[in-house]
């Protein structure tokens, strides 16, 4: 009772009172009654969406006082120094490499900004899984760095907190915690029961709870610190939990807590007894403890057992599971939770970490001893963390909160190690990594199938497909990256044994097995996973190790893990049973043990300086870990060689991402270098012959001309052979772990990339490999990226295509760099696509052509090697080997003899070893070692094995094994008659067969005797004859000698003379005369001659030889007639003969085609015409304009039967509205204060002008008045071809019947020009008959005015003649309707009553307007360049004019309201008084004079006789200069005014009054102050505005600038009508020249310069009459009107080119401002904003928040401002859509980097710059209405952006 009659109490007043209480010194009773008030208030039996309690929760911590100003109290006792700010994914934060000591350190804008990061490497990036500000924390980031805030630790001089403030809080917030747990135990239940939706509900109810606590956190430190004692309190926690005696709900909640607890595998009844007497170890053990793993270091870790669940085998590949036994109580101790952060938290993990509750975990962390604890208890629920993550539906999401989490706390290394050394961190996140791996294991396939005890994960399985494990190893990463960490893991040995075994759970996961017969049916895709895991799960952990191991004070660690690494090895080479043949036609990318072997080596030896021989295992163990990294070398070359097809594409995916540059530092480089370490200590007969034998090519290496294969098909030869030569070319060239330093790595793979291809920085930083990570500030080697950038290569700034493709800044090599520095070796290692390679080759030959030092077909050049490291000193053997030199010995003279299957490619790696060989001698004499192995096979080939030596010794015979088949067989004589038969048999003793079969099993037979001699190891031998003979070979092989007497010296010089084509191409002296210099570069012959000449300058014996083989000229002995080149060249010029025929006979045909059907379609007309067309095509041509139709092919004129159109666009454009009258663009608001005001454009001012006429004139009447289309107006042009009408409706028919549609519809029209293929969607009928220049018309009689004046009405007068129905006058009727169709109905209604005649006419007559207008801005707004239209032929304005007319002669003018009349004569003002509907007709001085000519000239009868037109022109100037009179005299002050008046009137009498202004303006003034009114108006402002005088000049120059605009219009029609040309000239003359140019002013009678406007009027009656009665219609309305006539009367004739907006040059200035502003229709921070570059408008891309009537926002506001041409900018891509009708397109960027380049979606997040020429494009495009032609990428947008 007490407790409900508590609740009604007044809440304010009850807090107050209550805190009162509590704060005295005898508080007991206060605090009773406050608990007895939480009791009732804080009942958990209440639904939680009752936020009453919420409330009661908010007075009471207030004690009385508002809670807003609670919390602005609490805020001003804020004694934080960090930032602290936690954001979710999405949010945009920054990242300062320069400043971060941590790479995961960022910051919020605010902070950024307020810090100084000038010049450093900084990145703004969108974050992916949340994250939190480090401004103000000097363990993630250097001070230097922090913003102006933090760095004054603003903190520290904060007075201390009031006692009575929080003490409220501190006895009202563990209630309340409580409580929501009490929600939380009570709402969870297990996932089987529930579905996930009934955790969201509860969620959902508790939002209000969790929101108030995450403010609670916002408000500072002072609460903070509150919260933090409460969280923490281990004895509130007790007292609470459990709930008092007698409540029954809850007990009943703890034991659902219990059980939740149970169920999560915490803990079980017997344990809960160890574990209340076992209070031992805190933290970490507990943990491993959920996982039902043992310790480390168990004994029975790893035995095996079936998977009790047995329903988990997949196929025949049954899970494996590893588990272990020992229970250590200790260990096994329950998780208990000790206080309400532990709770909260597992509840939040039990909620799957909803986004509230993670936020409010980590507002905490900016007191330092809640982070603490925190970091502690999230590690002790680490395992249970993972456990719950592997089960969830959303692991993605769940991923992302725990980083979230994780990265804040593991970032710091003073936290990390904390919890390292206290909670076992380590084993905790290896010991639950391998939990989590052990859930998808599988036996391996690897070797030997059936008794492999080896597991590998299964990379089908969710866990790696979808990354789950990827939270986990990103914070192993992390905390790997502290030293002191790193140092603790590698002192533990247990944890690095762990460690191994985990990482040989990846060693040959994945297995590709070849496939021989059929295609593979399903392509699996799992090896990206694969790759995926072997980067994160594997390397990167290893490069975190490596950065530790970089000091000689570290040697021990490297030795360590050197020795785990073997001993796993081995366990492995067991586990898989293997013991020295790989199984065939298997191979795995993923060799992780070998590669941690390899790059654990390499450091040592690098940066260690420990001797490798220590760290390297026997000889035997060195055989076995070369067999698989060589496996994999060899399987790359098969699958280039298409061997591997059958496995589908996968497989060419595996090898490229070998390579490829995220992974070749983690992949193919260790597996080369751990290949060149064996190498290097192996022997080296033993090696050469294990790499041709992996590569299949040991058949080929005979030297007999034909031999049999039994692994390879025969195309497959030579692409394996090439393989094989060019694998011992890198394994005996690459440097990269052999001494060369980082600098020097960096620059040869710059180098290797710019070779290949141009490259944009963004590309380059991405293609090389980060070693370790060099990508976060500097690379180890102290040079950075960008100096080296700059050494090696030129910045080419983007460059505009006028085809519009935007390029971006790239980087080119240097040219010295190609001369000195292209290494193609490295450009092999590197190219992920075969076609690189070529590239790069093309290039250099482009190069080498361009710098004249070589002019045909290079050959890749030579690059001397960094000296080997001493330790690698072996690896020189190779090249110093027998078995290599009978192989190279074998090739070369394969070649020479032009055997199948050799290559010039062949030619080039063998010429490259020799070279090799030359250049790296064998410095030790190894004379003590040799005769201790007697070596029987090789003898009678080579002496020694120095290559020098062996150079020169000649081979006389070699045994071979030839099918019987063979040409050798046949060819060789019986020994009888033999001229050597004596010592024949002496020669079959010399001929040694070679066997490199033979001689591989020899060594290794060898070498394990030598290191096991009881020889245990039993070797299986593989008969070699089974390898010769595959089944069903029906040739047998026999052994032949034959005969070779040469030695590698005289197959040198013999292929030189064969390359070169000459019979002695080496003289015996061309050793003297050489020039070293020039021999760098250069083809195949340069590259011997380049080898001989080191050979001779190295020893005189070869130089000897060499003069000796020269001197010897012995003519080659082609074995064919042509040499490999020849023929070569011969198939290509044979080739392209064929081709050259196949082209004729093709073109014969389709001309033959053409002619026929040209023959038929002729039939079809009458005969008269061909008569006529073979008559006189002269006078036909006269009369009539020829026309070629781009689809039939035909030539003729248009006719009213069969017409001929021209192919148009029609689009409606805003572009003239939009003008303003300032020339300088309008600036985009970047800030609240700025705004753009629409009110000045033209569009604007023209609609202005219309409504205020309509409001006191008659409508018909104003709707001639002016013209519309400023807004929506429509645009025709034309790529200038033509097609008959009906052609154009069947290639329509067929556009339509193809389903195959590029981005136009042509169900509504649209097509591509069937020529040039440009865009278009209407046909524009050509009138028959006479082109422009038609004599007649032309003539110039010399009537007078007056009669001219007469001619003009009677024309008018003359009724439209409806035309004939026919097929041209149906075709101008569809176009007329497709121009109707083209705009929106509201740009076409402007009357009263829409859809009138007066509103037709009005629409018909401004398209032309606005045509003519547009080609002005075009020109630049004037005509001084003179000169045709744009293009003459791409004008099609004479046609639109005679279409427009057609239709428009169908409205005659009421010769009652004929304009024409008030222009030429006086009329009485008897009949005025005929008022229709009481409104008069718009003043004359009111009308838009163009629009009046455009009038005339299309409703007279077409085609209008020049003289005719002259003569408008000429009347409507007159009334154009008093409109520019009247406008003019506005401007004057009164005085002025008065002055002008006067001196005018005294010349109104002389003799040429109506042709001087000074007479007409005081004529003009006089009439208009007749009632004074227009002019009252203005006179206070004037006498404010006009301080200057008004000079005769001055009126002179003004009057001029009025009359322009008409002047230019009539000339520009003149132009198109009649084929005049405009001449150019400059912007002084430019009145004169087109005054002259119309007629108005006689040409030769005085200089252009001085014509005076006023000297151009020519009256038809008196000119004051005239005026008068002009002035008098304006005086009528400004009795009552003063103020609107006097707008009407002031115009503005000249308008500025439009502009797009000015963007600042920095585009974060437009991102801050626009990316969190709220839309001003739907109030909400759009999701994807965009801005409207024509008017500034904002709005939501894509939102359904601002849709209309199913149309998205930027669709809406391009049909409003654009009339359906939208030009955005998409605030977070950077990016700039054109939206065009119906279609959108992705334009480009106008921002661009540093290094010029675009980036799209903002990823690298770079500071970004205005491209002002990019800039200039778009609005160039924009304005010329050429978005359609020249951007071609379009696709539909649904009304959905």
Aim: aromatic share 8%.
């Amino acid at each position: 009772m007490m407790a409900a009659s508590l609740l009604r109490l007044d809440k304010k007043a009850t807090a107050a009172h209550l805190k009162a209480d509590v704060n005295r010194t005898d508080n007991s009773s206060g605090v009773r009654h406050l608990q007895e008030l939480l009791d009732a208030v804080l009942d958990p039996e209440k639904p939680a969406a009752d936020t009453d309690a919420l409330d009661w929760c908010k007075c009471l911590i207030a004690g009385g006082e508002g809670f807003e100003e609670f919390c602005k109290t609490v805020r001003s006792y804020d004694n934080a120094t960090l930032c602290g700010l936690v954001w979710t994914a999405n949010f945009v934060a920054y990242r300062c490499r320069t400043c971060g000591i941590s790479p995961c350190m960022s910051l919020c804008a605010e902070c950024f900004n307020n810090g100084d990061h000038t010049g450093h490497d900084f990145n703004m990036f969108r974050s992916q899984a949340g994250g939190a500000c480090d401004c103000g924390d000097g363990n993630v980031m250097r001070e230097s760095g922090f913003c102006r805030r933090h760095r004054l630790r603003t903190g520290e001089n904060i007075p201390s907190v009031p006692q009575d403030l929080l003490v409220m809080s501190e006895m009202i917030l563990p209630r309340f915690i409580l409580c929501v747990i009490q929600y939380l135990r009570d709402g969870y239940t297990e996932p089987d029961t529930s579905t996930e939706r009934d955790l969201q509900k509860v969620l959902q109810q508790l939002e209000p709870q969790i929101s108030f606590l995450e403010e609670l956190t916002k408000m500072g430190g002072a609460m903070r610190t509150v919260l933090t004692k409460i969280l923490t309190n281990q004895q509130k926690y007790k007292d609470l939990s459990m709930g008092q005696e007698e409540n029954a709900f809850a007990k009943k909640n703890y034991d659902k807590y219990l059980s939740a607890l149970k169920n999560s595998g915490l803990v079980s009844v017997e344990e809960k007894a160890q574990g209340a007497s076992a209070d031992g170890a805190e933290g970490g053990a507990q943990a491993l403890a959920l996982l039902g793993t043992a310790a480390p270091g168990s004994p029975d870790e790893s035995v095996k057992e079936e998977d009790q669940d047995g329903g988990q085998s997949v196929g025949q590949r049954k899970r494996v599971k590893l588990s272990s036994s020992t229970k250590d109580p200790c260990i096994i101790e329950s998780l208990k939770h000790k206080c309400f952060l532990e709770e909260l938290l597992f509840w939040t993990i039990k909620y799957e970490f909803p986004q509230k509750m993670v936020t409010f975990l980590l507002n905490m962390l900016p007191d330092q001893d809640y982070k603490i604890t925190f970091t502690k208890t999230f590690v002790q629920h680490y395992a249970f963390i993972m456990k719950t993550l592997m089960k969830s539906h959303e692991s993605d999401t769940m991923s992302n909160r725990i980083v979230h989490i994780s990265v804040q706390l593991f970032s710091n290394e003073e936290l990390a190690r904390h919890v390292t050394e206290e909670c076992q961190l380590l084993d905790i996140m290896v010991t639950v990594l391998l939990y989590m791996m052990e859930s998808c294991l599988i036996k391996s396939e690897l070797q030997d199938e059936e008794n492999s005890r080896h597991v590998v994960v299964n990379c089908g399985e969710a866990l790696l497909k979808n990354n789950t494990y990827w939270p986990l190893v990103s914070d192993f990463i992390n905390i790997l990256s502290h030293q002191s960490v790193a140092k603790k893991f590698l002192e533990d040995h247990s944890l690095l044994m762990l460690w191994m075994s985990f990482v040989s759970f990846f060693q040959g996961m994945n297995l590709n097995k070849r496939e021989l017969n059929e295609h593979v049916e399903f392509e699996s895709q799992t090896y990206y996973a694969a790759f995926a895991a072997e980067l994160e799960a594997c390397a990167q952990p290893m490069w975190g190790l490596l950065t530790h191991c970089k000091v000689k004070e570290t040697q021990e660690y490297t030795k360590t893990v050197v020795r785990y690494c073997l001993e796993t090895l081995q366990i492995w080479f067991d586990a898989i049973g293997f013991i020295d043949e790989p199984a065939p036609n298997q191979v795995t990318f993923h060799l992780p043990l070998h590669r941690y072997y390899a790059m654990f080596l390499s450091k040592a030896v690098k940066c260690q300086g420990l001797d490798l021989d220590s760290l390297l295992p026997d000889q035997e163990m060195l055989m076995k870990i070369m067999v698989h990294p060589l496996q994999i070398q060899a399987s790359l070359s098969e699958i280039h060689s298409n061997m591997w097809v059958r496995n589908g594409l996968q497989i060419k995916g595996q090898a490229m991402t070998y390579v490829q540059s995220h992974f070749c530092n983690s992949m193919i480089d260790p597996d080369i270098y751990l290949l060149q370490v064996c190498a290097s200590r192996l022997d080296p007969d033993y090696f050469i012959s294990s790499v041709f034998e992996r590569f299949k090519v040991v058949d080929l290496l005979t030297m007999a001309s034909r031999h049999q294969n039994a692994v390879l098909d025969s195309e497959q030869e030579r692409p394996m052979l090439e393989g094989a030569l060019s694998f011992l070319v890198i394994l005996t060239s690459l440097r990269i772990h052999l001494g060369m330093t980082d600098d020097e790595i960096l620059r040869a793979e710059m180098v290797s990339q710019l070779c290949m291809n141009d490259r944009t920085h963004s590309a380059l930083l991405d293609l090389i490999p980060e070693n370790p990570n060099p990508k976060s500030g500097i690379v180890p080697g102290a040079c950075s990226f960008e100096e080296m950038l700059s050494a090696v290569a030129d910045f080419k700034a983007p460059v505009f295509e006028p085809g519009g493709s935007m390029q971006q800044g790239m980087y080119t090599t240097k040219m010295d760099v190609w001369e000195k520095e292209f290494d193609p070796i490295m450009v092999v290692l590197r190219t992920v696509y075969r076609r690189d390679i070529q590239s790069a080759l093309d290039r250099y030959s482009a190069f080498l052509k361009q710098s004249g030092i070589h002019t045909g077909n290079p050959w890749p050049p030579y690059k001397e090697r960094t000296p080997l490291h001493p330790c690698y000193k072996g690896l020189v053997k190779l090249l110093h080997c027998k078995t290599l030199h009978i192989v190279i010995f074998t090739l070369l003279y394969k070649i020479w003899m032009d055997h199948q299957n050799m290559s010039e490619h062949v030619l080039c790696m063998v010429l490259y070893l020799i070279e090799l060989g030359l250049d790296n001698q064998v410095q030790d004499n190894k004379q003590d070692e040799e005769p201790c192995i007697e070596e029987h096979c090789h003898d009678s080939w080579f002496p020694g094995t120095n290559l020098l030596s062996n150079l020169h010794h000649v081979i006389n015979f070699v045994r071979v094994r030839v099918p019987e088949t063979a040409p050798e067989v046949k060819r060789e004589p019986p020994p009888s008659t033999s001229a050597e038969a004596s010592n024949f048999g002496q020669n079959l003793r010399e001929a040694q067969v070679f066997s490199l079969v033979a001689e591989r099993r020899r060594k290794f037979q060898e070498i394990i005797n030598r290191s096991n001699t009881e020889a245990t190891q039993v070797v299986r031998p593989k008969g070699s004859s089974a390898r010769w003979v595959p089944p069903g070979t029906p040739p047998q092989l026999v052994t032949e000698i034959l005969e070779i007497r040469e030695s590698m010296l005289s197959l040198l010089i013999k292929l030189h003379q064969k390359l070169s084509s000459k019979q002695n191409s080496l003289s015996a002296s061309f050793l003297e005369d050489m020039d070293t210099s020039r021999h760098a570069h250069g083809d195949g012959i340069t590259a011997i001659e380049r080898i001989l000449t080191k050979a001779a300058t190295r020893s005189c014996q070869i130089k000897r030889s060499i003069q000796e083989i020269c001197g010897r000229v012995s003519p080659p002995v082609p074995p064919k007639k042509n040499t490999p080149t020849d023929k070569k060249a011969m198939d290509k010029e044979e080739r392209r003969q064929r081709a050259r025929e196949r082209q004729q006979k093709l073109l014969a045909e389709f001309a033959s085609r053409q002619k026929s059907f040209m023959e038929t379609a002729m039939d079809v007309e009458s005969p008269d015409t061909e008569a006529a067309m073979d008559l006189g095509a002269s006078e036909v041509m006269e009369s009539e304009v020829l026309y070629d139709c781009v689809i039939c092919g035909q030539s003729g004129p248009s006719t009213e039967d069969r017409p001929i159109g021209l192919v148009v666009l029609l689009q409606a454009s805003s572009v003239l509205g939009h003008r303003c009258k300032n020339k300088e663009a309008k600036k985009l608001p970047t800030t609240d204060e700025e705004h753009i005001y629409p009110a000045d454009t033209c569009g604007a001012a023209h609609d202005v002008r219309l409504t205020l006429m309509q409001q006191f004139f008659k409508d018909s009447s104003c709707l001639q008045s002016v013209s519309i289309g400023w807004d929506g107006g429509v645009y025709v042009q034309t790529c200038g071809h033509t097609l008959h009408i009906d052609c154009h409706k069947s290639y329509m028919e067929s556009l339509r019947n193809d389903q195959v549609l590029q981005g136009f519809s042509v169900d509504k029209g649209e097509f591509t020009c069937p020529l040039c293929r440009q865009f278009a969607n209407s046909v524009l009928p050509c009138r028959p008959g006479r082109g422009t220049e038609a004599g007649a018309w032309y003539s110039s009689t010399n009537k007078k005015t007056c009669v001219l004046v007469k001619e003009v009405e009677d024309l008018q007068e003359k009724l439209g003649l409806f035309p004939m129905e026919s097929n041209l006058s149906k075709e101008m009727e569809l176009v007329i309707k497709d121009i109707k169709n083209t705009t929106q109905k509201k740009y076409m209604d402007y009357g009263k009553n829409p859809g009138s005649p007066d509103n037709d006419f009005l629409f018909m007559y401004s398209v032309a307007r606005s045509n003519l207008e547009l080609e002005l801005v075009h020109r630049g707004g004037n005509l001084c360049s003179g000169g045709a239209s744009a293009a003459a032929k791409r004008s099609c304005l004479n046609q639109l004019f005679h279409v427009l007319a057609m239709h428009m002669r169908l409205y005659s003018i009421d010769s009652a309201y004929n304009p024409w009349t008030k222009l030429t004569d006086v009329v009485q003002s008897g009949e005025e008084d005929g008022f229709d509907e009481g409104r008069p007709e718009v003043p004359m001085l009111f009308r838009d004079v163009p629009s009046l000519l455009i009038i005339f000239v299309l409703t007279m009868p077409q085609p209008l006789r020049k003289e005719h037109f002259s003569c408008l022109v000429k009347m409507l100037y007159n009334l154009q200069y008093t409109q520019a009179l009247a406008a003019l005299s506005t401007k004057f002050s009164p005085e002025e005014r008065q002055a002008w008046n006067t001196s005018g009137a005294i010349k109104k009498n002389a003799a040429n009054a109506e042709k001087s202004f000074e007479a007409l303006l005081s004529h003009v003034i006089g009439k208009l102050s007749k009632d004074n009114s227009i002019y009252k108006v203005k006179s206070e402002e004037t006498s404010m505005l006009s301080s200057s005088v008004w000079s005769p000049q001055s009126i002179e120059f003004s009057l001029q600038q009025f009359c322009l605009p008409f002047l230019r219009l009539s000339c520009l029609l003149q132009h198109h009508l009649y084929g005049d040309n405009l001449s150019g000239c400059t912007e002084e003359e430019e009145f004169s020249s087109l005054a002259v140019c119309l007629g108005l002013f006689p040409s030769a009678a005085q200089p252009p310069s001085s014509v005076h406007s006023a000297s151009c009027l020519e009256w038809a009656a008196n000119a004051f009459d005239l005026v008068s009665q002009w002035c008098t219609e304006v005086t009528e309305l400004s009795v009552t009107q003063p103020d609107q006539s006097l707008t009407l009367l002031v115009r503005e004739p000249q308008w500025a080119a439009p502009r797009l907006l000015q963007l600042p040059g920095n585009y974060n200035i437009i991102f801050q401002y626009y990316h969190r502003k709220a839309c001003t229709v739907c109030k909400k921070v759009p999701k994807d904003p965009a801005l409207c570059l024509v008017c500034g408008a904002f709005v939501c891309l894509k939102g359904q928040c601002c849709k209309q009537q199913g149309i998205c926002e930027c669709v809406l506001h391009s049909q409003h401002c654009g009339a359906a041409t939208g030009i955005f900018l998409l605030i977070n891509a950077s990016v700039i859509i054109i939206i065009r009708g119906h279609r959108f397109c992705l334009w480009g960027s106008v921002y661009l980097d540093a290094h010029g380049e675009e980036d799209r979606d903002l990823r690298r997040g770079k500071p970004l710059f205005l491209c002002e020429e990019r800039y200039r494009v778009l609005e160039q495009q924009w304005v010329s209405h050429t978005f359609d032609h020249i951007n071609k990428r379009w696709g539909p947008h649904y009304n959905g952006l």
